[in-house]
């Protein structure tokens, strides 16, 4: 669509933060964008120190969400979301989740929920997704916290009960699991989502192309299958839209980043 030949740079380190801020610094001509998650444009601003804000970067389109999933094992006496949340409540401190690391999108996700219900639940960072899965598996946490991918075959295998997710919706790839609608939390939904970006300042005619591009291929029926295969749920927003989403997260996720001591000190 954009007769241009793309070239695929991945660049690991800080969680994304590397990559958003070699996009941030780069010239603003359209050639250069980044493709990131929302972890280093919601959540690690508030426990890192980075060099931008969202004024440093402009808002392309995005291309959809996967959940985080709260999941424990399969004699856990809870078979719906209510009652995860009434079994936590009712034993304070006693359980604990793992997590893709302190102050990371799925411990701000979590603790979201708890805080909103009262309800407290110890957090044991690990080094990943795949990491908090395998210490779940060998019982060394009482409750998953983590992406779908890593758990999905473990759920299918009936080794893991999973009960709640951080999204408002629930999700066909775990069709057991609660979503946050369904128990009167869905304005605090959390999830991992995708977008493209581009330097700030670069020129809107340049932007409008992008996003028309973008858009029209994240549209098609090959790309959806894609995004099904994963467990993630196409929704595909305008360059409008994903700035609003980025500035509405960033706010919410400060405010449960300083309610749980995770926010980075000023300097």
């Known amino acids: 669509m954009l007769k241009q030949k793309v070239i695929v740079d991945n660049r690991a380190g800080g969680g994304g933060t590397v990559g958003t801020t070699l996009i941030s610094a780069a010239k603003p001509d359209g050639y250069t964008l980044g493709f990131v998650w929302n972890s280093p444009l919601t959540t690690s601003p508030h426990s890192l120190t980075v060099p931008y804000t969202p004024d440093s970067y402009a808002s392309v389109m995005s291309i959809g969400y996967s959940s985080y999933v709260l999941c424990a094992a399969p004699d856990f006496p809870a078979a719906t979301g209510q009652e995860l949340i009434d079994q936590i409540k009712a034993n304070p ?30 957090a044991v960072p690990f080094g990943g997704a795949g990491e908090t899965a395998r210490n779940f598996l060998g019982g060394h946490v009482t409750f998953y916290g983590g ?24 999700n066909p790839a775990l069709p057991q699991a609660s979503g946050l609608a369904d128990i009167g939390l869905g304005a605090e939904e959390t999830v991992l989502w995708w977008g ?28 959806k299958a894609t995004m099904e295969k994963q467990g ?36």
């Open 93 to 122: 401190g006693k359980f604990t989740y793992g997590n893709d690391g302190l102050g990371g999108t799925m411990q701000l996700a979590a603790e979201r929920v708890f805080t909103k219900v009262g309800a407290k639940v110890r």
């Open 147 to 170: 992406s779908l991918p890593p758990i999905l075959p473990h759920a299918a295998a009936g080794k893991a009960k999973c009960l709640l997710l951080t999204s408002a919706a629930k």
């Open 196 to 223: 493209l970006i581009a330097p700030a300042r670069t020129p809107p005619a340049v932007l409008a192309t992008l996003e028309k591009a973008f858009m029209e291929a994240a549209s098609t029926p090959a790309f």
């Open 232 to 267: 993630a749920t196409q929704r595909v927003l305008g360059s409008k839209e994903t700035g609003a989403l980025i500035r509405q997260e960033l706010d919410a996720l400060g405010a449960v980043a300083k309610a749980i001591g995770v926010e980075r000190k000023a300097q």
